[in-house]
């Protein structure tokens, strides 16, 4: 048996837990920038004077924050990645139903 054969698919499982490995993390930063565009879809809709505006902007908030959550689904987080996205979750979920309340009251 050839040595150099024996090293081939240890390096082609380096790689491969390598790219496993950065899928994950860009699947991780997605997620967050996800979270951010919802972030600021709700502030422009908080801030908008004008209510078709608003309502836009609290539909794509929608949109973007049920995006990041079937994209938290599919990754595997740990459990601190885990805790930090449910809190900036709720937190959105929670301005989200304020920003709702508001126009529907208005």
Excluded: I
Aim: glycine residues 6%; contains cysteine.
């Amino acid at each position: 048996m050839d040595v150099g054969q024996g090293a081939k698919p240890t390096e082609s499982g380096l790689q491969a837990s390598k790219l496993r490995g950065e899928a994950r993390e860009t699947g991780v930063d997605l997620l967050w920038s996800e979270l951010e565009l919802a972030n600021t879809f709700v502030t422009v809709g908080e801030t908008s004077s004008n209510s078709a505006t608003a309502m836009r902007n609290l539909n794509n908030a929608w949109l973007a924050l049920k995006s990041a959550h079937q994209s938290s689904q599919s990754l595997d987080l740990k459990a601190a990645e885990l805790d930090d996205f449910r809190g900036a979750y709720l937190a959105l979920c929670v301005r989200l139903a304020d920003l709702q309340l508001q126009l529907r009251d208005s």
